[in-house]
T-cell receptor
Framework: DAGVTQTPRHEVAEKGQTIILKCEPV?????LFWYRQTKIQGLELLSY????????DGGAFKDRFKAEMLNSSFSTLKIQPTEPKDSAVYLC??????????????FGEGSKLTVL | QQKVQQSPESLTVSEGAMASLNCTFS??????FRWYRQHSGKGLEVLVS????GEKEEGRFTAHLNRASLHVSLHIREPQPSDSAVYLC????????????FGQGTSLSVVP
């Protein structure tokens, strides 16, 4: 089975640019998460979808971060406009809630964003 | 929101020695706990999931949970250089996935 796929793996953007990160969850998973990971803050939840419906939008990240789930097998995270403080690794994860593993998260390898 | 204190921040052990990592949660929101490993440039992989007090073993990895003290630990038996990575604990509330919390991570180095 294919795991969670994230593209691009690396992105360099100028301040003020718009960037879009993509995620394909594990086939059949109904829960999808976007996290931001930095050394200082650790993992911070950006968005959480269940069956394509937005359940959590990460509070402090609302203004410039927008996650969408257009269908059950594809999600995007748009950052507009980017700022240098957005430099981080963005992780996507999906879950088989109700499955044998009782909601275990499966993570992609992340998209490393550098904003100059 | 529930907070997680993970320790130590970094740890160096010799190959074959036991490595022990700890997490303490600020309250009892989480019902289920997992330990994750993250190699450099990779995503998180689940090592051990533990849902009740006591211990749970998965190969060389053993997790201990004590709900009364809000404490979960991970012990790595006979660590190898390939185990060098960042280890994170995670807590989940069965009532809502939006209450997932993670520790800051422990950077483990295993030296030959």
């Amino acid at each position: 089975d294919a795991g969670v796929t994230q593209t691009p793996r690396h992105e360099v953007a100028e301040k003020g640019q718009t960037i879009i990160l993509k995620c394909e969850p594990v086939s059949g998973h109904n829960d999808l998460f976007w996290y931001r990971q930095t050394k200082i803050q650790g993992l911070e939840l950006l968005s959480y979808f269940r069956s394509k419906s937005l359940m959590e939008d990460g509070g402090a990240f609302k203004d410039r971060f927008k996650a969408e789930m257009l269908n059950s097998s594809f999600s995007t995270l748009k950052i507009q406009p980017t700022e240098p403080k957005d430099s981080a690794v963005y992780l996507c994860a999906s879950s088989d809630l109700g499955g044998v593993n009782t909601g275990q998260l499966y993570f992609g390898e992340g998209s490393k964003l550098t904003v100059l | 929101q529930q907070k997680v204190q993970q320790s130590p921040e970094s740890l160096t052990v010799s190959e074959g020695a036991m490595a022990s990592l700890n997490c303490t949660f600020s309250d009892g929101t989480s019902d289920n706990f997992r330990w994750y490993r993250q190699h450099s440039g990779k995503g998180l992989e689940v090592l051990v999931s533990i849902f009740s007090d006591g211990e749970k073993e998965e190969g060389r990895f053993t997790a201990h949970l004590n709900r009364a003290s809000l404490h979960v630990s991970l012990h790595i038996r006979e660590p190898q250089p390939s185990d060098s990575a960042v280890y994170l604990c995670g807590g989940e509330a069965s009532s809502s996935f939006s209450k997932l919390v993670f520790g800051q991570g422990t950077s483990l180095s295993v030296v030959p």
